[in-house]
């Protein structure tokens, strides 16, 4: 049984006649008829009783016409979906990011454009959103590495600087400023190996020759900022992430130079796909529109 038989035959049965049916379906009428009459000749069956002026289904003919109704109901719901999905009517689009505060503006700014796409946030430092980007579990990462290659596609959402932060009963928490050096009289809370802030950080401290008095590894950037909060040591991070809290204060860097970027990052071999072009089309208009 070929498509095109079972097609001419369900066309027949739904406009009722031969002619209606070509004519529907943009093929000739003997060709049509061909089609239905292989059918029938193939499995020795009659589909339809032919009359002088309209043909009628048999029992036969009825029971094959529910199949086929189910069969291309679903065809007909499989094209819509994909034509919608291809118009970026639906779907869903799934982010990483090291920190969600750089992913909002972003989604904000595609759902006003395309209402109907879910969206669902991850959360992980660089390393780990990377690996997860690599393995399909993502459709794009917010990390604040550059990974423009012959895998990855990149686009940069935003830049600041780094800042310290410190407990609001801090001795230096009345200071504006203070020297990148003071850092290492500590203590000092670094986030775990992976994060861009802490590869930042020591980096700079191999550059002056310096290390840390006293250092506390914090999984997890919450967990991070609670352990400052709590007075244990000496935060970094870039100013675009610290949120307003009466139990922080931030403090501007002296010596130190050092910027933070945030970069939206996909698989080159997924560009072809509509939500992931619509989304870098997005991210385009966002950042020529503020230039």
């Known amino acids: 049984m070929r498509p095109a ?22 093929i000739s009428q003997p060709a049509l008829s061909d089609h239905v009459r292989k059918l029938e000749e193939t499995y ?21 016409f529910a199949l086929t109704e189910q069969r291309f109901e679903i065809e007909t719901e499989a094209l819509d979906l994909l034509q919608r999905a291809r118009k970026v009517e639906e779907g869903q689009i ?3 990011a090291d920190a969600a505060i750089h992913a909002l503006p972003l989604i904000r700014a595609f ?3 395309y209402p109907r796409v879910r969206f669902r946030v991850v959360s992980g430092n660089s390393a780990n959103l990377i690996a997860q980007l690599e393995s399909f579990e993502i459709d794009f990462a917010v990390v604040a590495d550059d990974l423009s290659s012959q895998a990855f596609s990149t686009r940069l ?10 407990s609001s009963d801090h001795p230096w928490a009345g200071r504006h400023s203070i020297d990148v050096t003071d850092l290492a009289a500590g203590p000092l809370i670094l986030r775990e190996q992976g994060s861009v802030t802490r590869r930042l950080v020591e980096e700079k401290f191999r550059e002056l020759g310096l290390t840390p008095k006293e250092a506390l590894d914090i999984e997890g ?8 909060a709590q007075g244990l040591g000496i935060g970094i991070v870039s100013a675009g992430e610290f949120l307003p809290d009466d139990r922080l204060v931030k403090i501007a860097l ?24 619509s989304m870098l089309k997005v991210v385009d208009g966002m950042n020529s529109g503020s230039e």
């Open 254 to 277: 002296e010596g130190w130079h050092a910027t933070m970027r945030e970069w939206l990052v996909c698989l080159k071999t997924r560009e072809g796909l509509h939500l992931i072009q």
């Open 111 to 113: 759902r006003a454009q």
């Open 5 to 26: 038989q079972l097609k001419a035959f369900h066309g027949v049965a739904t406009w009722g006649g031969f002619s209606r049916a070509a004519e529907k379906l943009h």
């Open 44 to 64: 020795g069956v009659q589909l339809f009783v032919r009359g002088t002026r309209s043909v009628t289904l048999t029992d036969l003919g009825r029971k094959l």
């Open 94 to 96: 799934t982010i990483g």
């Open 157 to 166: 959402l935003r830049e600041d600087k780094l800042v310290a932060f410190l």
């Open 221 to 228: 950037r919450e967990a991070a900022r609670e352990a400052v």
